[in-house]
């Protein structure tokens, strides 16, 4: 594993950013994770710190105090140059069921025309890729995913909709995802995921963390209201497996 | 209980905050004036998280169903309590069956209303703030019920405090953002010199202004946000995210306001003019 060039920046009085290279590089990815679990095990007391992982930055936010930036900075550094290469952070593939039943891909024929492909070509290809998670935002539970593969770029719509339905998963340029609530919202949506990506009631509400993977596979309008069902109540048992570093 | 008879334009329950699901994407809410919020929790003896109501615009009307003792903060809203004024930052003694009533906005946008004790609504994840969809509803509305506990017999340390408003704070104080050197002299130029008009476009989540500054075209990674975060969009328009805001972003950060001047922007409304000074301390 190589080691990068980082830079320190001051956010405010409570936040410090480290970033890393402006690149959307999984090996990026991986050596922030594992710098943060080298930190929130040996250098950070983890009740004081939020660390916020995305794409290229690892954002540090002190809720009570203001953060001492020169000497912060410092110790960010050397953490950075001892934080060894060789620890595996465990990462997860998840696999998540999609139905692209017409009621719920209510974008795919357009898509089709736009792509000149065949609906199920495109299910087959929506499906054939694991995605990696480079960030979570914009909404609780939004997974913004990375390894779409090109022949599935297609631009966002020219007019967003003003309600797009929880769950809906969508293609829009460079990124496909599941919007997690309902909201307004620009996507083609290819189909629904019926498995709640935030859910209040558990203990941790949202199994997916940055770094993880994604793969979808296609399930029938009818195996779609029974794990719609089995989600909700949160018995549906989600298939996941560690990915090797 | 506390009966919301008329619950005026946008009253919420907010607490010191919801924190630690910022990486899984949870905005970390409460109150947008967090000074003023925790100074009529202070009158009260109440810890810092508890919970009040953050009142925004026009007021409600409310009625206790037990004895309790309350304390108002914020923006001035002509309060009664059984149509006898009621001034900020002084201990009241309520007893079941009074009224509380708001009338004209004289200064700032959002008054909050202290209990002893703080409000009892549910807890979700760690916070009783209201953040939809996290809990059902972003707001209060005619007819809800806050639960609290009731409470006698309380002697306060310090009855009343005279506090200069909080809106009338003068500059906003802003530290370099993440992308603040991407910014031209143009650019800042502009920025420190001109005034900056409070857009419609304004809410929990973030702050429009009215004027823009020049556009550019830096592109960046989506990467964390934080309330006071001053965002600049490739058309130029500056967003202040606030308590309710995205946890990330991918316009430029080119400020980030301070604590004490998110409070201050929080007092400000559709109209109102600001400025901005840089704060140099690194």
Redesign the interface.
């Known amino acids: 594993m190589s080691t990068y060039t980082i830079s320190i920046k001051p956010f405010g009085a409570h936040a410090v950013i480290v970033e890393w290279p402006m690149e959307v590089e999984e090996a990026i990815l991986y050596d922030i994770l594992q710098y943060l679990q080298h930190l929130k095990a040996h250098c950070l007391a983890q009740e004081d710190w939020e660390l916020i992982p995305a794409y290229n930055s690892l954002t540090f936010v002190h809720r009570e105090t203001p953060i001492d930036f020169e000497n912060f900075s410092q110790h960010l550094k050397e953490w950075y140059a001892n934080k060894g290469e060789t620890q595996d952070v465990p990462r997860f593939l998840w696999r998540l069921p999609v139905c692209y039943d017409k009621a719920f891909g209510i974008d795919l024929s357009e898509v089709s025309d736009r792509l000149g492909k065949s609906i199920s070509e495109i299910i087959t290809l929506h499906t054939q890729h694991t995605y990696t998670v480079y960030g979570i935002g914009f909404l609780p539970g939004f997974m913004y995913l990375g390894g779409l593969p090109q022949s599935l770029e297609v631009a966002r719509r020219t007019t967003p909709r003003l309600l797009v339905e929880k769950g809906s998963v969508g293609l829009a340029s460079k990124q496909t995802g599941i919007y997690p609530q309902d909201s307004p919202g620009g996507w083609n949506i290819i189909g629904n995921c019926p498995i709640p990506m935030f859910n209040i009631n558990k203990d941790d509400p949202c199994f997916v963390s940055v770094g993880d993977k994604i793969q979808f596979y296609a399930i029938s309008r009818a195996e779609y209201d029974l794990h719609k069902i089995e989600g909700e109540v949160g018995i549906f048992q989600l298939e996941k497996r560690l990915v090797d570093a | 209980m506390l009966k919301v008879l008329k619950s005026g334009f946008f009253t919420t329950v907010q607490d010191a905050g919801r ?8 905005p970390i809410s409460g109150a947008m004036d967090m000074i003023s919020a925790a100074m009529a929790n202070r009158l009260l003896e109440n810890t810092p998280d508890a919970a009040l109501l953050e009142i925004t615009m026009t007021g409600p009307t409310l009625e206790f169903e037990e004895d309790t003792y309350i304390s108002l903060g914020g923006a001035e809203m002509s309060a009664t309590l059984n149509n006898a004024p009621v001034q900020n930052y002084k201990v009241y003694k309520v007893r079941a069956g009074d009224l509380l009533s708001y009338g004209k906005l004289e200064r700032g946008l959002r008054a909050y209303l202290a209990i002893k004790e703080g409000f009892r609504t549910p807890m ?2 760690g916070s009783r703030s209201l953040f939809k ?2 809990t059902p509803h972003a707001c209060l509305s005619d007819k809800s019920e806050v639960p609290f506990n009731a409470s006698k017999g309380f002697e306060p340390k310090i009855e009343e405090l005279k506090v200069p408003p909080i809106s009338e704070g003068g500059a906003l104080e802003i ?4 992308e603040y050197e991407m910014l031209t002299d143009a650019h800042l130029a502009a920025l420190f010199s001109k005034d900056f008009t409070v857009a419609k476009e304004n809410n929990r989540m973030a702050y429009q202004l009215e004027e823009t500054l020049v556009g550019h075209h830096m592109a ?7 309330p ?2 001053m965002q600049l969009t490739p058309a130029g328009k500056l967003i202040i995210l606030m308590k309710d805001g ?4 991918g316009y430029p ?1 080119i400020a ?4 004490r001047s998110i409070s201050v922007l929080a007092q400000k409304k559709f109209g109102d003019s600001l400025s901005f000074k840089l704060v140099l ?2």
């Open positions: 924190y630690g699901l910022r990486d899984k994407g949870v979700v994840l969809p996290l530290f370099k953002g993440p960046m990674l989506t990467s964390a946000t934080l006071g975060t995205q946890t990330t972003g950060r980030q306001l301070s604590e301390t690194l």
